[in-house]
């Protein structure tokens, strides 16, 4: 199993230990390190500044989002990376939910989500090979334009940098077995969310059938310690606000993600809670349970058995959320 570093997204201000812990990472031999953005500081250029102070380690957004830039552009933003960081790149995708892209990105959620990524990762995949004019009759991502807005001019084109590889890497972030079934027939890997080595089945069949080469990176929070119920806690207010906030009552992934994973009652009460403004309490209902079987947490032999759960599965690479450099270094040393 492949170790990454999962930086996720800055909070109020810039995170001032990311460059760091990204170059203890590369230090300890750990594979990639990822990423990500939600409506705050973006993907790409925290990336761009550890690619300059890195030199081997891969890069990867744990996950851009798909509302965020046109397919073409984020195109742009993978082969300019990928130039400067030697062909470290890897472009992790992700569609979010209607509450970020109508609210944040004021475009409306794709009524068919999985044919709107479809189309994105088709035009982004013509722009990395360059064999052609980039030409689309989609319905979500149409090229050239041709509504009825449009001026009518618009013909169809190459980049015009050369990419450095046409097969980088356009790994998917999915939650739904369907979404999870065509991620695995379109793209070169997959980046679960609240993955439970005990209940890959909440996924479909999908995950027990991969091609070979086909990465499956799960994000989970990491920390070596003594005191597990307070390791979890920064796992619990994760889950507590994206469970809780992160969507609509009526339509959130996330929560119904965790309904499948046998938590529905408690996941509903985190969202009333939640949304009532009772953010603390929200946090506090979030199960031990639930946040101790996607987290790895504990003293240093109680990660390394439940490492064992991890090895047994389709996982090929860990992204670890790990806080700390010694947490970096005992799971290297398990690992």
């Not at 990423?35 to 890069?59: C, M, N, Q, V, Y």
């Not at 070979?212 to 310690?225: D, N």
Request: with cysteine.
């Amino acid at each position: 199993m492949r170790l990454g570093l999962a930086l996720g997204y800055w909070g109020r201000g810039p995170a001032t230990d990311h460059v760091a812990l990204a170059q203890e990472a590369e230090r300890l031999g750990y594979d990639s390190v990822w990423t990500a953005e939600s409506w705050g500081s973006d993907a790409f250029t925290p990336l761009t500044w550890i690619a300059a102070r890195t030199s081997r380690i891969k890069l990867g957004t744990a996950v851009a989002q798909m509302a965020a830039r046109s397919p073409t552009t984020t195109a742009m933003h993978a082969l300019t990376l990928d130039h400067l960081s030697g062909g470290r790149m890897m472009l992790g995708l992700g569609l979010s939910g209607p509450q970020v892209v109508e609210g944040w990105y004021g475009r409306p959620f794709p009524s068919s989500p999985l044919t709107a990524t479809r189309e994105y990762v088709e035009v982004v995949r013509q722009v990395l090979r360059r064999e052609a004019p980039v030409e689309l009759d989609g319905r979500f991502h149409p090229l050239p334009y041709p509504g009825p807005d449009g001026t009518g001019l618009g013909k169809p084109l190459k980049p015009i940098t050369h990419p450095l590889r046409a097969d980088l890497p356009v790994l998917l972030g999915a939650e739904g077995p369907k979404n999870v079934a065509q991620t695995v027939r379109i793209a070169d890997g997959w980046l679960p969310l609240y993955w439970s080595p005990t209940r890959p089945q909440v996924y479909g069949a999908a995950p027990a059938d991969l091609r070979e080469g086909f990465v499956v990176a799960p994000m989970t929070r990491v920390k070596v310690c003594d005191d597990v119920a307070e390791g979890l806690l920064p796992v619990k207010a994760m889950l507590g606000f994206y469970i809780g906030g992160m969507g609509h009552a009526a339509r959130n992934f996330h929560a119904d993600l965790m309904a499948r994973m046998g938590y529905e009652e408690e996941a509903r009460r985190i969202q009333r809670l939640f949304l009532q403004g009772r953010r603390e309490e929200a946090v506090l209902a979030v199960p031990d349970a639930f946040a101790d079987e996607i987290s790895l947490v504990g003293p240093r032999g109680r990660i390394a058995e439940r490492l064992e759960l991890w090895r047994k599965g389709p996982v090929t690479d860990l992204l670890a959320l790990a806080p700390d450099p010694y947490t970096l270094r005992v799971l290297a040393e398990l690992n």
